[in-house]
């Protein structure tokens, strides 16, 4: 039986997007399932002279979901777009960019705009897919500025819809221009029939702000650019195409299959892996790294075994909470707990992992077990024990950080949580090498109860393995990474450690340069490699064993 032509086509237009391609078919997937009738929905991605596998990226997609890749040889988002316009079959047509994320129920309130509202073409709220603070900014002010008026205010086809007969008759794409190709289309339906446009803020589309981020002072010149574009054509046509992209010289990025990558947003000269804060969170952060906020003293009491008393010192406090409130700001997940619930969250854990009811002292003092052991990241910087030596501790943190995250603790409302660290640096677990044994310890820093456990999970991995990539400074990263993915083989939250550096937002604050903060050239590795998922590596570790203790 012969199926129905489709109802809505959505073309997206495709240059070297291979990490990000993915996850943009995967959201229109999950909004044609939303749909009425999924199969009145056709996706059309068509490949603009991508020399990065783009194509290769949509097997998957291609073979089960119906996908349709067309290839538009001369380069030109204006171009593939037309192109995909002349090979859709829906009435209505729904443009989206390939860095751009549509929401579930996308399709469904297109469809009712069109269908039921008489629309003939629109465009959608924008919302930032990464890049903080300043990316929310940026977008909020395009909102309002789409908002106008003006002809020329309805721009921005990152995610745009119109009827075919809308297109056939502003269309189609200007195609001498890289800014404001879809003025003929959106301005010129607006100029006509204002009362058939529509600006819908009931959709909100997550787009990427790559280009603003991987520049230098991106969002201002990225408006003055705009600016220019407005008011001459040469401005339109005059784009740099290169900065949406990862550097030329960086490794080639493979997905697993259905996985949702975007590319690492580094620049080519390797100076900036963490864009919207510059360079200055990599010398702010390892000088806090610095800053101990504990006074600890060894103890040994006639009769009893050794202990460590620990308490905060005189600033803490007035650190504290400012800094809770920048961490907050920062959208970084974790704060550094005040003395009392310090003490308290200490206690606790104590009592869980290992039955031990810990003492008080007067002025703040905290007695805790002093474990026997070498601080890890001291093992592992030390080069009279041999490689597979060291890596042996690595993997009894690994094992022991899994063992710790599969804890539950109860909370206050009467259910449990699973239990994560907060600050699991190689500075905060012990190894003691007779035995195997890896222990972590100093909980003062918390993961925000809200947050999910992949997320805090992954969390504590991202510190774990940077950290390792810091202190093993002998070691190749692909090694170190293989150690720490064979003690720890959960999957969800290497997932989310993947998903956070896809999205740009996993190790790039001060908070994270306090924790570790490798050399440029082996963090651009590790983030390769936890992006690509392979780490193609044999252990030095042999059969050792290592015990883990949380």
Same mark, same amino acid.
């Given at each position: 039986m012969?199926?129905?032509?489709p ?13 990000l ?6 959201s229109?997937?999950? *909004? ?7 199969g009145?929905v056709?996706v $059309?991605v ?7 596998g ?5 097997v998957?997609?291609t ?9 538009? &040889? ?20 729904v ?14 309130r297109?469809?009712?705009l ?5 629309y003939?073409a ?18 909020? !002010? ?5 908002r ?7 721009? #921005?086809?990152?995610?745009? +819809?119109?009827?075919r ?7 189609? !794409?200007d195609?001498?221009v ?6 003929? $289309? ?10 058939? /446009?529509?600006?819908?803020?009931? $959709? ?13 002072f991106?969002?201002t010149?990225t /408006?003055a ?12 046509v ?7 992209h990862?550097?030329r010289?960086?490794p ?8 949702s990558?975007?590319v @690492? ?11 919207? +804060?510059?360079? %200055? ?8 790294g ?13 009769g009893r ?8 010192? %005189?600033f803490? =406090?007035?650190? $504290?909470g400012?800094g809770?409130l ?11 707990? =005040? ?8 206690r606790?854990?104590?009592? *869980?992992?290992h039955g ?15 474990? @026997? ?16 030596a ?18 539950? #603790? @109860?909370?206050?409302d ?6 994560s660290?907060?600050d ?15 222990? %972590? +310890?100093? !909980?003062?820093?918390?993961?925000d @109860? ?7 999970h ?6 774990l ?6 202190? /093993? ?5 692909a ?9 720890? *083989? ?37 983030? &390769? ?5 392979? %780490? ?15």
């Open positions: 012969k199926r129905p032509p109802q809505i086509s959505v073309v997206i237009p495709a240059r070297n997007e291979a990490a391609i993915a996850s943009t078919v995967g229109v997937l999950q *909004a044609r399932d939303r749909y009425r009738d999924g009145a056709e $059309i068509v490949d603009n002279a991508s020399d990065d783009t194509a290769d990226a949509l998957q997609h073979a089960e979901d119906g996908v349709l890749v067309a290839t538009c &040889s001369p380069r030109g988002a204006a171009r593939a777009r037309n192109l995909g316009a002349r090979l859709a079959s829906g009435r209505t047509l443009f989206l960019d390939a860095d751009t994320r549509l929401p579930p129920g996308a399709l469904v297109i469809a009712e069109v269908d039921e509202q008489g003939e629109g465009i959608t709220r924008l919302g930032a897919l990464d890049g903080g603070r300043r990316a929310r900014c940026w977008w909020a !002010f395009w909102n309002a500025v789409r106008l008026p003006l002809p020329r205010a309805k721009a #921005m086809p990152a995610c745009m +819809f119109c009827t007969e809308a297109f056939d008759e502003f269309g189609p !794409f195609e001498r890289a800014i404001g190709e879809e003025w003929p $289309i959106l301005a010129g339906l607006y100029r006509a029939r204002p009362r058939r /446009f529509v600006y819908d803020q009931a $959709i909100t589309a997550l787009s990427s702000g790559r280009r603003m981020e991987l520049q230098h991106g969002y010149r /408006f650019r705009y600016v220019w574009a407005v008011l001459s054509f040469r401005g339109r005059d784009y740099p195409d290169h900065i949406r990862a550097p010289d960086s080639p990025l493979r997905l697993s299959e259905g996985a990558r975007t @690492p947003r580094t620049t080519a000269n390797g100076e900036r892996s963490w864009p919207g +804060f510059g360079r %200055w969170p990599a010398s702010l952060g390892p000088w806090l610095k800053l101990r906020m504990h006074a600890i003293e060894p103890r040994q009491a006639p075994p050794p202990t460590i008393a620990k308490r905060r010192r %005189w803490g =406090p007035l650190l $504290i400012p809770n920048y961490l907050r700001l920062l959208g970084s997940g974790v704060r550094v707990l =005040p003395g009392a619930e310090w003490r308290a969250r200490e606790a854990l104590h009592r *869980a992992l031990i009811e810990l003492e008080t002292g007067p002025r703040g003092w905290l007695i805790l077990p002093r474990w @026997p052991g070498v601080v890890l990241a001291d093992h592992a910087r030390s080069r009279l024990n041999p490689a597979p060291r890596l042996r501790g690595l993997g009894a943190a690994g094992r022991a950080l899994r063992d710790l995250h599969r804890v539950e #603790m @109860p909370r206050t009467g259910g449990c949580e699973r239990l660290h907060g699991a640096t190689l500075r905060n677990v012990l190894f003691d090498p007779g035995t195997g044994e890896a222990r %972590w +310890f100093d !909980f003062d820093t918390a993961h @109860p809200g947050l999910a456990p992949a997320w805090r992954g969390d504590d991995l991202r510190a393995v940077y950290s390792a990539v810091e202190s /093993f400074a002998d070691l190749p990263v090694l170190l990474l293989r150690t720490v993915r064979d003690a720890y *083989a959960d999957p969800g939250p290497w997932e989310q450690l993947r998903d956070r550096l896809a999205q740009g937002t996993l190790h790039r604050s001060p908070l994270h340069f306090a924790q570790a903060c490798p050399p440029v050239g082996r963090r651009r590795e590790l983030e &390769s490699l936890l992006l690509r998922g392979d %780490w193609p590596c044999g252990s030095l570790m042999g059969d050792a064993d290592g015990r883990s203790i949380g």
